[in-house]
């Protein structure tokens, strides 16, 4: 079986689909268990996730504008 390629470009999705699943991922990240992240945390794990790499940490700070 193919797997899916990743897409080029921006994703368009509907603000609220958009924010129920950011809702859902902070419910899911709650029930854990486990430790929360922080705003900051949360704000730097989308950062790199979205946009190319390589990261660095004062690139990353420099980009929040830390």
């Known amino acids: 079986m193919n ?3 990743p897409r080029e470009g921006p994703v368009r999705i509907h ?3 958009a924010l129920s699943a ?3 991922v902070a419910v899911d990240m709650l ?3 486990g430790g929360d992240l922080s705003w900051r945390q949360t704000a730097v794990l989308l950062t790199i996730y979205l946009t190319p790499g390589p990261h660095s ?3 990353l700070a420099r980009a929040r504008g830390l």
């Open 31 to 33: 029930g854990g268990g």
């Open 3 to 5: 797997e899916p390629q």
């Open 22 to 24: 950011f809702r859902q």
């Open 57 to 59: 940490v004062g690139g």
């Open 15 to 17: 603000p609220l689909t």
